[in-house]
T-cell receptor, first 111, second 113 residues
């Protein structure tokens, strides 16, 4: 059982469409992070959400942290081919607050 | 220049070889990490260093040996690896152990033949 479940696993959409993806857990997290990873590269931090109910916007990307701090969503408006990549969510766990990652969501945006 | 730099970017090695992966961070962070990323699996934390001291070893086989000579550099020494060790190895750093944000290098794509 994964601590962080991400859905859907794969998503292929046309340029201009909107989409929402999810990161869910049965555990409470003090914070959650979203990363984007392109093929052959390392993950790049997009955002950290800390407060329950928090909404953060990064251009066309809107991130929300659930009120109970157990889940998060990422909404992309008018997706572009440059949004293609693996989207990872992660949260701190354990004594040293080590990051635990979900399996990721592979997004493909077709021109 | 990126904040966290890994070399080499690609490595092919035989099962009897000895090689090392290098990571360097220019962010002034005190914590550094090695992760393994395999297909269809979440990132797996391998080792954690804080102020050059290893604070976590997640049941990693002894054929992987980390070294942190100072807070800016982290190495992963490899010997007698198996084909299933082929993966993307990622280095990351953070301000401290309890920092909520980590910054990753570009990774080393390792293939064991």
């Amino acid at each position: 059982t994964q601590l962080l479940e991400q859905s859907p696993q794969f998503l292929s959409i046309q340029e201009g469409e909107n989409l929402t993806v999810y990161c869910n857990s049965s555990s409470v997290f003090s914070s959650l992070q979203w990363y984007r990873q392109e093929p052959g590269e390392g993950p790049v931090l997009l955002v950290t959400v800390v407060t329950g109910g928090e909404v953060k916007k990064l251009k066309r990307l809107t991130f929300q942290f659930g009120d109970a701090r157990k889940d998060s969503s990422l909404h992309i408006t008018a997706a572009q081919p440059g949004d293609t990549g693996l989207y990872l969510c992660a949260g701190p766990t354990g004594a040293n607050s080590k990051l635990t990652f979900g399996k990721g969501i592979t997004l493909s945006v077709r021109p | 220049e990126t904040g966290v730099t890994q070399t080499p970017r690609h490595l092919v090695m035989g099962m009897t070889n000895k090689k090392s992966l290098k990571c360097e961070q220019h962010l002034g962070h005190n914590a550094m990490y090695w992760y393994k990323q395999s297909a269809k699996k979440p990132l797996e934390l391998m080792f954690v260093y804080s102020l050059e001291e290893r604070v976590e070893n997640n049941s990693v086989p002894s054929r992987f040996s980390p070294e942190c000579p100072n807070s800016s550099h982290l190495f992963l020494h490899l010997h007698t690896l198996q084909p299933e060790d082929s993966a993307l190895y990622l280095c990351a750093s953070s301000q401290g152990l309890n920092s909520i944000s980590s910054f990753f290098g570009q990774g080393t794509r390792l293939t064991v033949v």
